[in-house]
């Protein structure tokens, strides 16, 4: 007779040997991750900070305090780090692109309004809007040294570089000008008058022409900088307040935002004609481009918001509050510029 002490070792040895051993050796399913969504930076100019948003909610998820009045923001050669340029505390401020924390806050840079590197990471460029000179500075990959401070025309508003890193492009927003600056000898090449109220420009691939936005009018108008003098070769027509560019990241087109005409243009950039149009309401200005193209964020100047277009479409989908006159918009998760 098999007393029940006696059988229960037995009846626990053939369950561990085959219900237990068959769920030992059956695969347990990895629990998917949620994809990382790097988040989205606004600038708001009037009240001095970065609104930081989550780009799956919607939702402002964070407000960094920055110097006054950032205006634009550039991302480090090394995508470490966005540089957030604040005018009127002549301060740069860094900050990780993917966590949105400040890394560091670079003071004594005078006036930055705008920023940019070259694309060989060697430069890097401010222009002071409103103290009407050019900084060039030297860069070793994690801090700068002032190279030059090239005394320009009337408020220098935005830059461009070539993509040789050869020459810098500057508009004098209040001179109505264009000019170029030799990088490595850190001197005015040329200035060329322009139409009223030059702002933001744009340079072609194959560095023969550089596009510039009339503020003041209601045009592009194009320079064929080939040459050893510059020359007006087209003016294309978009909409009052031509103001800033975003290249699509096709290859092909670039965008306009037409801040008075609450549009944006789309270029063709081998025909140079309007190839698109499409309304953005509240004085449109900075854009931003997402990596996969079916997206674009425009900062609404006027109306204190950020506004998301669907590109195939260009339909409005929403509209984020931000803060006071938002400006620079930007994202790790970008198409080419």
């Given amino acids: 007779m098999i007393t029940a002490s006696r059988f229960l070792p037995f ?31 606004v600038l708001n100019s009037l009240d001095n900070s970065v609104s930081v948003l ?23 050669p090394d995508e470490k780090s966005v540089i957030v340029a604040n005018a009127l505390s002549d301060s740069l401020t860094f900050i990780d692109p993917k966590t949105a924390e400040i890394q560091r806050t670079v003071r004594g840079v005078l006036d930055p309004y705008h920023l940019r590197f070259s694309p060989d990471m060697k430069w890097f460029v401010t222009a002071a809007n409103r103290l009407n000179h050019i900084d060039i500075f030297r860069w070793d990959g994690s801090n700068m040294t002032l190279a030059k401070r090239v005394s320009t025309g009337k408020t220098p508003s935005h830059l461009w570089i ?11 927003q209040d001179s109505d000008e264009l000019i170029a600056l030799d990088l490595k000898t850190q001197a005015i090449k040329w200035r060329v008058k322009t139409g009223p109220m030059p702002a933001d420009l744009f340079g ?10 009339l503020t003041g ?30 290249a699509l990241g096709d290859g092909r087109h ?17 025909t140079l004609e309007v190839v698109g149009r499409f309304a953005v309401p509240g004085g449109p200005d900075c854009m931003e481009v997402t990596r996969d193209g079916k997206q ?32 620079g918009v930007w994202t790790l998760d970008h198409a080419s510029r």
């Fill in 11 to 41: 009846v626990l040895a053939l369950l561990s040997a085959s219900t237990f051993g068959s769920l030992a050796a059956t695969p347990v399913p990895a629990v998917a991750s949620a994809p990382f969504v790097a988040p989205l930076f």
């Fill in 54 to 76: 989550d780009m799956t909610t919607w939702t402002e998820i964070r407000r960094i305090a920055t110097g006054k009045q950032p205006h634009h923001l550039y991302m480090t």
């Fill in 162 to 172: 070539d993509s040789k890193s050869s020459t810098v492009y500057s508009t004098m």
């Fill in 204 to 213: 072609t691939a194959d560095d023969k022409r550089i596009l510039v936005a």
């Fill in 217 to 246: 009018s209601d045009a592009v108008e194009v320079y064929d900088v080939s040459g050893p003098q510059p020359a007006r070769s087209k003016v294309i027509k978009t909409g009052l307040g031509a103001h800033a560019f975003r």
């Fill in 254 to 270: 670039v965008l306009v935002s037409n801040r008075v005409a609450n549009s944006i243009s789309k270029i063709d950039l081998q």
């Fill in 296 to 327: 674009l964020f425009v900062s609404s100047r006027w109306a204190r918001k950020l506004t998301v277009i669907d590109l195939a479409s260009g339909k409005l989908v929403r509209q984020v509050n931000v803060g006071k006159s938002p400006h």
